[in-house]
């Protein structure tokens, strides 16, 4: 059965849908500006400028939503070979570490963009592409977008699994 695209879950999924276009226009203008220098010794000159864009955009929305799905790699002999009461402290520690070290991700790459666009006196000074002399931080604002994505599914797991461990002792045993 065929699922219903809603407004819904399209904005659930937008992290995916905007990676999944991005790097579909990179893959489709790199070969493009293959052909054409290759075969017609004409190259598309500002493709470079727009694939080293929309690849910004597909890594970093693409890293919060591989963080949402749990697809990132991890290493965790150490953990698994604890015993359970340790690798769930373990595994709460974690989650602070990595919600912290995404909030300061964001906040440093917040600062980038804005120096982006103001100079040092506070002035409004946008920077522009050499080429297509678009501004910068249409490339850099997506660095902080996807960390601060992940900072939110980061809060979201963590309530979540502090949710399930009190609902896993009220009923009587504490599950890992």
Not at 7 to 34: F, M, P, Q, R, W
Not at 143 to 150: A, D, E, Q
Request: with cysteine; hydrophobic share 50%.
């Amino acid at each position: 059965m065929k699922k219903k695209i809603t407004l819904k879950s399209i904005l659930t999924n937008l992290d995916a849908i905007i990676t999944g276009t991005t790097l579909t226009i990179c893959v489709i203008l790199v070969n493009a500006n293959v052909i054409m220098r290759y075969f017609f010794n004409n190259p598309i000159h500002w493709s470079e400028e727009v694939v080293t864009s929309l690849f910004v955009w597909t890594v970093f929305i693409g890293s919060s939503y591989a963080y949402r799905k749990h697809s990132h790699l991890g290493v965790d002999i150490l953990v698994n070979l604890m015993p359970k009461k340790m690798k769930s402290v373990v595994k709460a520690v974690m989650s602070v570490v990595e919600f912290l070290v995404l909030v300061m991700l964001t906040v440093v790459s917040s600062q980038y963009v804005y120096h982006l666009i103001f100079s040092r006196s506070g002035k409004i000074k946008i920077m522009m592409t050499d080429l297509l002399r678009v501004p910068k931080w249409w490339t850099g604002i997506a660095v902080p977008i996807g960390f601060g994505l992940s900072a939110i599914y980061s809060v979201y797991f963590m309530v979540k699994a502090v949710r399930a461990y009190l609902r896993n002792k009220k009923e009587g045993g504490v599950k890992a």
